[in-house]
Each structure stands twice: as C-alpha cells, then as structure tokens.
C-alpha cells in the first residue's frame, strides 16, 4: 500500500454496492459502477473527517498530545 486503499464493488439486483477494505463505515452505493465509485470517495472524505473530529473532542485539557502525518508503505 502507497497511500492508496482498496475499493471493493459488487453488483446487487440494479444498483453497486462499494465499501472501502481498509476504512470501517465507508461504504455506500450507486445506480452505475461510476456512480458508486464517486459516492465512495465521498464516504471517505466524510468518515476521515469524522473520526478526525471525534479524536479532537477526546483531548483532554493539560494532556500531552502529539501529532504529525504519517506515511504508510506496506
């Protein structure tokens, strides 16, 4: 992995279905393959900012917080 995730599409009855293998909760689904690909990137955006907002609630006041970016290669 360079940065990048796995997206996982599969189609059921009319519409696609795609989840994300890497990232719990974003999944979603379109009419079209495209659809469901341009809803996914969505959903990403949406949960990493979510899960970005739930950890700046969970600092607590005089705690010793570091934080920086990571790269991640495997």
């Known amino acids: 992995m360079k940065g990048e995730l ?3 599409f599969e189609k059921r009855g009319r519409r696609w279905i795609g989840y994300v293998e890497e990232l719990p909760g ?5 009419r079209t ?4 690909r341009e809803n996914l990137k969505e959903a990403i955006e949406l949960v ?3 899960n970005r907002e739930q ?16 790269k991640v290669v495997a």
Not at 26 to 30: D, P
């Open 6 to 8: 796995t997206a996982v």
């Open 26 to 30: 974003a999944n979603t689904q379109g």
């Open 33 to 36: 393959l495209n659809e469901a």
């Open 48 to 50: 990493v900012a979510a």
């Open 55 to 70: 950890a700046t609630a969970d600092e607590h006041e005089g705690s010793r917080l570091l934080k920086e970016p990571i």
